[in-house]
C-alpha cells in the first residue's frame, strides 16, 4: 500500500496496519506514505494558545477501534507522565497543542515508513494489477509501485472567488506563519471575515497580541452560531452514523445536512462565542470600543495597492473597510482526487452531482482500466457524511480500510456493473 498524506486519517491508518500485522504475521500489510510537509505538522499555522480540540480525547486514531491500542491518546499521557495530571483537569477537550504533541509521539513510531518532504504529484495505471505513484522529492522524481493507494490529502483552503492572498492578504491556513513575519508596529486595524470557528479564534487572538488595534469582524450571520455538540446532535459523528448515511435515500442524506450542518460548519463552540461578547461589552462599558462585529456582511472582494487594503462589503452597514491586514477565515473545500488521478479520473463514475462514486469500504469506484484499488480518507462527505474530514471517525475508517485491503488480496477485481450497495 502506499499512502499519500500522512496527517491524523493516514496516521491512524499506519497505526491500524501495524496492529493488524501484529495480529496476522502471515498476512501482512506492507505499507509505505509520503508526505510533503518536511516533518509531521496538523494544522500548525492555527495552533494558538488555549484553542481546544473539537472532538473528546476518546475519539484519538485508535481508541474506537481498538481500546486496548497502545497509541491510543490515554496511552500517550501514560508515555510522557501526565495521565494523573491530564485526569485531574476533568475535561474531555485537550488543547490543540497538547493533541498535536500527541500525534507528534504516535507518527514518531513510523518514521521507518514514511517520507517527509515528498509530494505526490500523479497516480498511473501499470499492469496487470498495480498502481504507479509518482512522487517530488526536491526536484528529483520517482514512481513507486502499490496494489492498494490511500489518499488523504486533506481539506483545501477556499478563498472568495475574485480575492487573491499576498502578503497583507491571508487565508487562515497561513495564520501564525504570515503573522510572524509582520511587522506589528505600523498595524493599527485588522479584518477578520468569516463566522466559524477559525474566524472567532483569529479575532480573539488578534485582540490580544495587537492591544492598540481596531479588530473588524466581518460576520455573514447576525453575529457568530453556536457549534450543537449536544449528545443528540453529536450522534452523528458516530460509527454507525456512516451506514445510516451511506445506504440512506437522498432525502434522507438531505435531512442529515440540513438539520446537522450547525454541528460542524460556520458555527463556534460555547467559550470562544461568550468570550468575543464580553469582550465587546467590556470595551462598551470602559468607552473604548476596538473590537467590531459587522454583522450580516460578506466580502465581495479587496483592493490592494502597496500598503493600503481596501475591503469591499456586501449586505452590511458600510460599503468598505480600510485595513492594514485581512485574514479570511473563509473555510475549505473537501479533499478532491482529481488532480491526482489525472487521466485515470476519467475511469472513475460521477454521480448526478459529479462526485465520484465510492464503495462502503472507501474504495473509489473505477472501470477495469484502473488496476489495483484507490481508498480515500476525506473527500467522502456525499456517501459517508459529516465525520468525513474530521477526526470522530478516523480509527474506525482506518480499520475499515485494513480489513478491505486483506480481504482483496488476491480477489479479481469486479467490474463497475457489479457492484451493488454502493453510490
Ligand atoms: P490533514 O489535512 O490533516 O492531512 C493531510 C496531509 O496530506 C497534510 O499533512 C498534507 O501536507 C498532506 N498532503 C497533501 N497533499 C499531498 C500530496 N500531494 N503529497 C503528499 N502529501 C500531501 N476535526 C475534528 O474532528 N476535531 C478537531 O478538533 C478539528 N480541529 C481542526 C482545526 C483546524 C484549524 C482545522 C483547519 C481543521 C480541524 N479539524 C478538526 C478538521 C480536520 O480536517 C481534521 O482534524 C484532520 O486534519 C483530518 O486529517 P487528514 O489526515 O484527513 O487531513
Ligand atoms: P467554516 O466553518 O467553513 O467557516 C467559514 C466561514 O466563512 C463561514 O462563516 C462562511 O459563511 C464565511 N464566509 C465564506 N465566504 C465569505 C465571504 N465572502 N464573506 C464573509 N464570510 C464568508 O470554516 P472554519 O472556521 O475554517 O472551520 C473549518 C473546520 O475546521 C471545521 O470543522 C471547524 O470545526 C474546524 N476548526 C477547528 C478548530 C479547533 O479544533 N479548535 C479551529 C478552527 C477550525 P457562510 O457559511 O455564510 O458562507
Redesign the pocket.
Known sequence: MVG???????LSLAVAIEEHNTRSPEKPVRAVF????KEF???RN?LLPATT???PFLKDIATFRNPLSPYSFVAYLHAVGRLVGFVNNQTFFPT?LEFHQYLEWAAAHFTDRVSYG???VGLYAAAPDHLEVEVREDAVRRRFRARNVVL????VPRMPADVTCDERVWHS?RFLTEFDRLDRAGVRSVAVVGAGQ?AAEITRYLHDELPSAHVYAVVPSYGYALADDTPFANQVFDPAAVDDYYFASDQSRQAFWDYHRNTNYSVVDDDVLRDLYRRGYDEDVRGDRRLHFLNLTRVSEVKRSGDDTRVLLMTGARPELEVDLCVFATG?AAMEPTG?LGDLDRYCPRDEAGHHRVERDYRLITGSEVPGAIYL??GTEHTHGLSS????NVAVRSGEITDSVVARHRTERRPVSSVIRSR
Open positions: 499519500i498524506g500522512f496527517g491524523p486519517s493516514n509520503f508526505e510533503r510537509q505538522g496538523w494544522h492555527m480540540m473539537q472532538i490543540r515528498a509530494e505526490a488523504s490529502t486533506g481539506l491556513s477559525s475549505y491526482l480518507q476525506g474530514s474530521l477526526l470522530s
